[in-house]
């Protein structure tokens, strides 16, 4: 099975950017949909962005014009730059992958696959 491991997150002041990094290995990045989802204490699982073998991103409304999803099928990486970090953005930040399309969206349970996830935390 492919294997996630994802990196970069620390703590930042309000307004700051932080780039997320997975490492993917025992698969090939490109024949994946890949995603970032995010939780929070308390809260639900949910989607934060997708990018399909294709190429085409999907975003979750709150953070399409300051979060970037972006892959290197060479070095086999999937990264989410996020700017403009706000205190609700502070939450576990997992790295996901899927077979297909992401013809099911930013719903967690269409990704089989999942990191330890990388802590981001917002002041």
């Known amino acids: 099975d492919v294997q996630l491991v994802e990196s970069g997150g620390g703590s930042v002041q309000a307004g700051g950017s932080l780039r997320l990094s997975c490492t993917v290995s025992?698969?090939?990045?490109?024949?994946?949909?890949m995603g970032w989802f995010r939780q929070a204490p308390g809260k639900e699982r949910g989607g934060v962005a997708a990018?399909?073998?294709?190429?085409?991103?999907i975003y979750t409304d709150s953070v399409r014009a300051r979060f970037t999803i972006s892959q290197d099928n060479a070095r086999n990486m999937l990264y989410l730059q996020m700017n403009s970090l706000q205190p609700e953005d502070t939450a576990m930040y997992y790295c996901?992958?899927?077979?297909?399309?992401?013809?099911?969206?930013?719903?967690?349970?269409?990704?089989?696959?999942w990191g330890q996830g990388t802590q981001v935390t917002v002041s």
């Open positions: 025992r698969g090939t990045i490109s024949r994946y949909c």
């Open positions: 990018i399909s073998p294709a190429g085409t991103t």
């Open positions: 996901a992958a899927a077979g297909g399309y992401c013809s099911g969206g930013l719903l967690a349970r269409q990704f089989p696959f």
